[in-house]
């Protein structure tokens, strides 16, 4: 830590005289950042900013994260961890801010809705299996909730990304990044069913580059549009008589909440789900940490 404790001093100096920042608030940075530089200093054993990289901050972020701090502590932290970096630039420290690409968790706030899994359960039986919309419509189903997949990353998925003999779709994420998601027993089936049957039906012979290797098609041999799966989705939990605001994306949220409640390891959860920084899926651990606390308190002699 003796390493950092000039610079550490200067950027103190610099907030509290310069930025006009409040005791506390100086108070909250040098703690943030004295457990952060002692981290770089014992844990890496770097003794230079300039040898800090990106991966190096998103693994004391996951630290911090195994800790049980709140989403607004982690997002301090990240704030004091950015903001030192760029007064190392200024000062000629170092040349790169490492932590600039973290990206910030949402609010505690605002925590996304989930289904259970028995809500979940009565969405994916609504379609009729027996009709040639119903297998496509139960396909589309299975695989947003056992892939954990974007509504753009469904309707642009093609053929060519199933690789079914390993149990894997190869995922297409923002920015073109690409991932390997397990596709599940339950899923691979409905899909495998679906192009064996019906697919074949939707595709239009008098235009077939109109579907450019789609996977999931409309009656009219077009590719779907997220409003459409939008629209699938909206009445099927009507069907299902489901009273929550059900929507393509909360099929997401399901996926990364039933995973941690079950005991997923947050990393692999965030590998599923395409996140740039694990600080994005911790947002999951807060709705199963409100199941702990109920449990605690309802079992604990002392809560």
């Known amino acids: 830590m003796e390493a950092f404790e000039t610079q550490l001093k200067q950027y103190l100096q610099f907030i509290k005289l310069e930025k006009g920042l409040a005791k506390n608030s100086v108070l909250s940075y040098e703690n943030d950042l004295r457990r952060y530089l002692h981290y770089i200093r014992n844990d890496l054993q770097l003794g230079d900013l300039s040898g800090v990289t990106l991966a190096h901050i998103e693994q004391y972020l996951e630290e911090l994260t195994g800790m049980g701090l709140s989403v607004s502590s982690v997002t301090r932290n990240i704030s004091s961890i950015r903001s030192f970096h760029e007064f190392a630039i200024v000062e000629g420290i170092s040349k790169a801010n490492p932590a600039e690409l973290i990206e910030l968790p949402k609010k505690a706030g605002k ?58 779709i190869r995922v297409i994420g923002k920015g073109n990044k690409e ?19 019906v697919r074949p039906l939707f595709l239009n012979a008098k235009n077939p580059g109109k579907a450019e290797n789609k996977l999931f098609l409309n009656q ?65 651990t807060h709705i199963d940490r409100s199941l702990l606390h109920q449990i605690h308190k309802e079992f604990h002699p002392r809560a």
């Open 111 to 168: 925590l996304p809705a989930v289904l259970d899994p028995e809500e979940v359960e009565r969405i994916l039986q609504a379609p009729d299996r027996e009709k040639r919309a119903g297998i496509r419509d139960a396909a589309i189903l299975e695989t947003l909730y056992a892939t954990g997949m974007r509504v753009s990353e469904l309707v642009d998925m093609e053929i060519d990304r199933l690789f079914f003999e390993i149990g894997f």
């Open 179 to 197: 991932r390997l998601v397990p596709v599940g027993e339950m899923a691979q089936q409905a899909i495998e069913h679906y192009i064996e049957t």
């Open 220 to 284: 009219r041999g077009g590719p779907l549009t997220r409003m459409s799966i939008w629209n699938i989705v909206n009445r099927y939990a009507q069907e299902a008589d489901i009273h929550k605001n059900v929507y393509p994306h909360i099929f997401r949220h399901s996926f990364a909440t039933h995973l941690l409640e079950g005991g997923a390891d947050l990393r692999a959860v965030q590998e599923m789900l395409g996140h740039a920084s694990i600080i994005t899926t911790e947002i999951y």
